[in-house]
């Protein structure tokens, strides 16, 4: 896609998979965010750029002013599992969560500090039914009554572009009320075979205890009615949903192996399941890469989003530009004229990168 003229910042920046979508739309990144120091690392690595810290600590006041605010704050307050998790160890979820529920408010904070002409946010697809759906209105009234943004959202899974099974809600705002609809991402019905690597080390396929543990867990889980278990994958299907605790079994996504235990996904195809490039550092350890990926988003998606936002702002303009030279036309004043020139010139180029 042709560059754009719009900026954005990077909020909960991860390793960087929103940013890559970003850019790849053609928009520039002013700033980022981001407290993990292993992300931080993968970050760096692939941006020259090493993010901000905590967003807690960041005044408003040393954040550039931007176009575009993106921001996937932490989704295990919100989650199935994190919420399950949570409850049984009788500890609060959602933005009761002391360490991550409340981050959503520093996007809050931002977007009314800054006033970015819009924002992406993303989280997991359960956010619309947290707490019966009482999180969702807060963050709903937020964006809409408090901040006077007018806010779309769609859940989207990205099987059609990667060969996993990944469903996110995104939310996309505007200050100044836009037209706009989500993109129609064409299905390129891709496999899991599509991703994985020729040659794989052997410390990746499971120990026969690990993977005598995984058989007799799900039979035990079955045998109650549950559906509790691994998942050994279909490769010219598609994957269920790759998560952060991947590093501790591998059990939601294996790959079958002829005459031998199945095995883990390698960083490198887990990097592919989220729609890197082959390009993509990965300067951590598998542990940290497992992790990283499985919090990341899926950059086609992300991009094609992108795309469309950078679109509707470039309608806005051609539109605002209109309205301008309407009122130049009906006033015919000279002095108007002359003050108005640049911003017709600069508006004139914009209508060209449409």
Known sequence: MEASPYTFIDLFAGIGGTRQAFEQAGCRCVFSSEWNKFAQQTYHANFDEMPAGDIKVIDSKDIPHHDILVGGFPCQPFSISGVSKKTSLKKPHGFQDPAQGTLFFEIKRILGDKKPRAFLLENVKHLQRHDKGCTFKVIMDSLTVDLGYTVYYKVIDARSVVPQ????????????????????????????SDILESKVDSKYTLSDHLWEYLQQYAAKHKAKGNGFGYGLTDLEGIARTLSARYHKDGSEILIPQNGKNPRRLTPRECARLMGFPDSFRIPVSDTQAYRQFGNSVVVPVVRAIAERIAK??????????????????????????????????QLSGISMAR
């Open 165 to 192: 099974h990944r469903e996110r809600i995104y939310l996309v705002g505007f200050e100044q009320p836009t037209w706009f609809s989500f993109p129609d991402i064409p299905d390129s019905k891709p496999r899991l």
């Open 312 to 345: 509707a702002l470039i309608e806005q303009d051609a539109l605002n530009a209109n309205r301008c030279l309407s009122g130049i036309s009906r006033t015919g004043s000279i002095f108007e004229k002359e003050a108005l020139g640049v911003g017709a010139e």
